[in-house]
């Protein structure tokens, strides 16, 4: 039998730095919620088998109505992203997990299937995408050392992980001086390697205004991006 994925579209978010008086996820992104335009490319890559969209306590009725689709499960979040995302393993009895930001609207099946494609080679990989910018360390006002750029890469979403893997790594929270920022983060604290999937700039987080406003002036532009009616 071939092992299942399952993906995993955390939307559970406040939404602070955007700003909107909803939760991110919900705001209605060229018509149709954040969260959808993600949630379209998951349900139609041949190889998820459900996926579980984790979303604010108060929201979890009305949009169990607008997603009434066997395959669809919705759960609620935590306080923080780490949370969201084990509520929504603990759903999954699938040998892979594939976690996503509602945050990125712009996702599609070369970066869904470039990512899972590496699961032969590892049990946990992360999408990433070159950095471009000069990045500098910084105290205070004052300018620091250069880092290398040609040595990080940004880390996105889609990850995906081998689920009993993801499960231990969660035990590493408690021990961990920062709150993670995403689950590569607890293999690496686990010594698990963790594979790299080149990903799309264009697959880029909705955090700020200014990218909200990226993110509408590109499905103004063109029109091949965006979904049809329903
Ligand atoms: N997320 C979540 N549960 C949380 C926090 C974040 O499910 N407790 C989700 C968000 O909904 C988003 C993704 O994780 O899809 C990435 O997080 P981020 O961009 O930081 O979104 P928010 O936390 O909503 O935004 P902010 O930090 O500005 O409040
Ligand atoms: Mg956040």
């Known amino acids: 039998m071939t092992e299942k994925i399952d993906a995993i579209i955390v939307?559970?978010?406040?939404?602070?730095?955007?700003?909107?008086?909803?939760?991110?996820?919900?705001?209605?992104?060229?018509?149709?919620?954040?969260?959808?335009?993600?949630?379209?490319?998951f349900l139609s890559f041949a190889l998820v088998d459900k996926v579980i969209l984790v979303v604010p306590?108060?929201?979890i009725d009305k949009t169990r109505k607008q997603f009434d689709d066997n395959r669809i499960t919705v759960i609620r979040g935590g306080d923080y992203r780490w949370v969201s995302v084990?509520?929504?393993?603990?759903q999954s009895?699938?040998?892979?997990i594939l976690v996503h930001d509602a945050a990125r609207p712009f996702v599609n099946h070369t970066i869904i299937d470039d990512l899972v494609k590496k699961r032969s080679e590892f049990d946990c990989v992360i999408t990433v995408?070159?950095?471009?910018?000069?990045?500098?360390?910084?105290?205070?006002?004052?300018?620091?050392?250069?880092i290398d750029r040609s040595k990080v890469v940004r880390v996105g979403t889609p990850q995906l992980f081998r689920r009993s893997v993801l499960l231990d790594g969660f035990k590493a929270v408690?021990?961990?001086?920062?709150?993670?920022?995403?689950?590569?983060?607890l293999m690496e604290r686990t010594g698990i390697e963790v594979g790299i999937a080149w990903g799309d700039p264009l697959n880029f987080k909705i955090?700020?205004?200014?990218?909200?406003?990226?993110?509408?002036?590109?499905?103004?532009?063109?029109?091949s991006m965006c979904m049809g009616p329903d």
Not at 209 to 223: G, T, V
């Open 207 to 223: 955090t700020t205004p200014s990218d909200f406003r990226i993110a509408e002036a590109l499905l103004e532009k063109d029109k």
């Open 93 to 96: 009895k699938a040998q892979w």
């Open 86 to 90: 084990y509520n929504g393993v603990c």
């Open 129 to 146: 995408t070159p950095e471009v910018d000069t990045i500098k360390e910084f105290k205070a006002d004052r300018a620091g050392t250069t």
């Open 11 to 41: 939307a559970a978010g406040s939404g602070t730095r955007l700003g909107f008086s909803m939760p991110k996820a919900f705001v209605p992104l060229h018509g149709k919620p954040i969260l959808l335009w993600s949630l379209k490319q």
């Open 57 to 59: 306590e108060d929201l």
């Open 174 to 185: 408690p021990k961990m001086d920062n709150v993670p920022t995403d689950e590569a983060m």
